[in-house]
């Protein structure tokens, strides 16, 4: 799938898994038509795109119903993606650095906040 990106205009070329496959399947087959240039997802007023402000405000509700202490918002599942791509599948920082589009590596482990126990743990390490 390609898309432009709104905050940087860039062109972006996006792989789905299995799993998000079958959930878009799911939800377009709710739909009675489809339209191409159609958001996928519309905001309570119909016919516009979800905007990112009402998108967190649904995630801090979510949160808050499940009950989960903390302040999460939509930005928090993207962070989350890239920690648990990094820490539970050993996911390099170059591949990081493409999946969320940012402009270095070093750009990206400011987004992903290295904890001073990883950098302690990594000095205790002999090689």
Known sequence: MTL????TGKIREITINGAVHQALQRWLGTKETWDDEAPLFESQRGGRALTVSALNHLVKNWCQTAGL?????????RKTFGYIHRTVHQTDMATLMTLY???SEKQT???LG??????????????
């Open 101 to 103: 589009n940012h402009a």
């Open 114 to 127: 290295v904890e001073k126990e990883e950098l302690r743990e990594a000095y205790l390490k002999e090689i």
């Open 109 to 111: 482990l400011a987004y």
């Open 69 to 77: 202490k903390g302040n999460y918002g939509s930005h928090t599942l």
């Open 4 to 7: 432009r990106e709104k905050k």
